[in-house]
């Protein structure tokens, strides 16, 4: 679990069984056995599940407190409304803050830009325009590469998965329509075969149980890569700044930011359109036949029955975790990509206003200039205030 979990809650049932001493030495035993599963300090609560459940069922708030749930559910709320949101709001405020850093940057760009002579202007904009195709060369391979991650994330953790759980699924279901078949197969032929053929649709709930745990490791693995790739995003970006920065020599301080992109959920697939129930394939002939013979071909069509099942929901369950994967690609490529482009364009767009602010007049250049200047103080109180709320502090 501690590969797709930051934190986890571990629960010690049965708390009602052991004296006061007793519970404490449990929990002493179990501590360092799950720590060092964990690889870190655990939370252990000692609970009891009958006494919790006797007190919700007859309202008596003495034996849920004696349960010792309680205490666990105002632990994990703590943790769920202050903990994790801190921690969610320091990561949106490190992103406000390279937004602010950049958009500061961007002005003080085009006050360097009214500063220098045209004649030198226009040898750094030429400098950045093959810096320029330089980096968008480096936006398609991001791209490439990115796509490539997403197909090792089917090839590699979803068919292989997906196979086990198919052969592990076809083994127990015939093993329960096995088992199943004698214990009935004295029933008359025609309600043996609809029994049994309630047997196979229990497979349905095995698949949404699957697919609902697979998609949350889908979805932490998608996180991984979009975690790495915006953090080469962001390096292809804070390199166009640096080298403007560097070009113009105005100071610029990257600053790092976690992705909070995530992969869209919901899975949308049709169950039992094809193949047909199990009647639809046994001809009217078996039920005809003595029964000795036909329970016999009944659970031989069972068996069949249950591979084509597993067979066809396999591949629709794959179909839908690639389509939804390929389209969460695609959307996350498109923003990232688009990153790049902005700040392109926002760089290129500062020395342009002051190449034209330059060749408009004293006036317009000292009007702009002030407004420059102006915009950069708003932008440093505003990164103060924001500062204050990734050190912990009230905004």
Known sequence: MREYAERIFFLLNKADYLSETDLQDAVAFARPAISEAVGREPFITPVSARMALEGKLTGSRDLLEKSLLPLFSTTLNKFLLEEKGEVLICSIARNLLRIVSQTRFRCELELASLQTPLADLKQKIMAFEEKKQEVMLAKEESGILLEGEAKRIIVKLIEPNLSLFKTELIRQVSAAAERYFTENKALPARKLSKAMEEVVRETREA?????????????????????????????????????????????????????????????????????????????????????????????????????????????????????????????????????????????????????????????????????????????????????????????
Not at 337 to 359: D, F, M
Request: glycine residues 4%; charged residues 30%.
């Open 207 to 395: 698949f949404d149980t699957w697919r609902s745990i697979e998609d949350e490791k889908v979805a932490a693995q998608f996180e991984n890569v979009c975690s790495k790739f915006t953090a080469r995003i962001n390096d292809t970006v804070d390199e166009l700044f640096c080298f403007s920065s560097e070009l113009f020599a105005i100071p610029f301080a990257a600053v790092q930011a976690d992705s909070l992109w995530s992969a869209e959920s919901g899975f949308y697939y049709k169950f039992w359109s094809e193949p047909g129930s199990l009647s639809q394939f046994t001809s009217s002939v078996i039920f005809a036949l003595p029964r000795f013979i036909s329970s016999r071909l009944i659970l031989k069509r069972i068996m069949e029955h249950v591979q084509e099942v597993v067979d066809m929901q396999s591949g629709r369950v794959r179909y839908d975790f690639a389509g939804r994967l390929d389209k969460s690609v695609q959307g996350f490529r498109r923003e990232m990509l688009r990153r790049i482009e902005a700040t392109v364009e926002g760089i290129e767009a500062a020395l342009q206003k002051g190449t034209s602010r330059q060749q408009a007049g004293e006036r317009e250049f000292e009007l702009r200039s002030k407004a420059l200047h102006e915009i950069v103080e708003r932008l440093d109180d505003v990164r103060k205030k924001i500062t204050k709320v990734t050190v912990g502090a009230a905004p």
